[in-house]
């Protein structure tokens, strides 16, 4: 079973996302990122534009193989079984299907009540599948 990190309290999604990964990346680790096609679209952008001194190599799923070779972020609305499971972060509103074999597992809920309460739901649906689930409240990291 995986071990999966719940990162609540994330002020924006889009903007916690490309610095989560900025770290992700800063590690050597490849990461997968999973949602809706809008908010993507969104991620997508971003990140060619929210760190002037940063890129973050990073692709959609139907990139050409070169590409989807060299890129560190694969953007997607559900996990690519060929490509590199070290780390899935989850922006979507469900659990996604195809968790197996990823060595870490972030779900990245905001503030937005909305989010909240999806992401109590994919809590636990994850507990009841026997995953480690661990809590990382954004805003007490924020002020310690």
């Known amino acids: 079973m995986a071990r999966i990190e719940f990162h609540f309290n994330a002020p924006a999604l889009v903007s916690y996302t490309c610095r989560l990964l900025r770290k992700v990346q800063g590690r050597g680790l490849r990461a997968q990122v999973v949602g809706h096609a809008s908010t993507l679209a969104q991620l997508d952008q971003a990140l060619w534009t929210f760190a002037p001194l940063d890129f973050l ?75 480690e689930l661990l809590r990382h409240d954004l805003l007490k990291t924020e002020s310690a």
Request: glycine letters at 8%; one cysteine or more.
């Open 57 to 131: 190599t990073h692709c959609q799923a139907q990139a050409p193989a070169p590409m989807l070779a060299s890129s560190s972020v694969l953007l997607s609305e559900t996990p690519v079984a060929g490509w590199h499971r070290q780390v899935l972060i989850n922006l979507g509103e469900n659990v996604p299907e195809g968790l197996e074999g990823f060595e870490r597992i972030i779900d990245v809920v905001t503030v937005d009540d909305l989010h909240r309460a999806q992401g109590r739901q994919r809590w636990r649906q994850y507990a009841s599948l026997g995953h």
